[in-house]
């Protein structure tokens, strides 16, 4: 059974900064491409970066340059380091994986392991 746990959310004033992490088991991360997307109170869920089996990575306009993806497939973790942090990014934050393909895509529904979430708010 692949499982994916995210944790290191929490509360955040405006212009710090917060290192979410994922971890996989059941499943060789090395072969996921790992994604991370959140979700704010009343909209839909939308991505914010993907990392592919070798490195490869992109990110949503609204956080590029502030956020950085990264894993550490020898732990079978991915890492989402923010900075910088606003209040719009303020939301629900969730680690996705897809087996399927090397490099994970923006689409959600590329990606069949998801973790529960974990919650970043960003207030003063």
């Known amino acids: 059974q692949v499982q994916l746990v995210e944790s290191g959310g929490g509360l955040a004033q405006p212009g710090e900064s917060l290192r979410l992490s994922c971890a996989v088991s059941?499943?060789?991360?090395?072969?996921?491409?790992m994604g991370w997307f959140r979700q704010a109170p009343g909209k839909e869920r939308e991505f914010v970066a993907t990392?592919?089996?070798?490195?490869?990575?992109d990110y949503a306009d609204s956080v590029k340059g502030r956020f950085t993806i990264s894993r550490e497939n020898a732990k079978d973790r991915a890492y989402l380091e923010m900075n910088n942090l606003k209040p719009e990014d303020t939301a629900q934050y969730y680690c996705?994986?897809?087996?399927?393909?090397?490099?994970?895509?923006?689409?959600?529904?590329?990606?069949?392991?998801w973790g529960q979430g974990t919650h970043v708010t960003v207030s003063s």
């Open positions: 990392i592919s089996w070798l490195g490869a990575v």
């Open positions: 996705a994986g897809d087996p399927a393909h090397e490099i994970g895509g923006r689409n959600e529904h590329s990606y069949q392991y």
């Open positions: 059941g499943y060789s991360s090395r072969f996921l491409a």
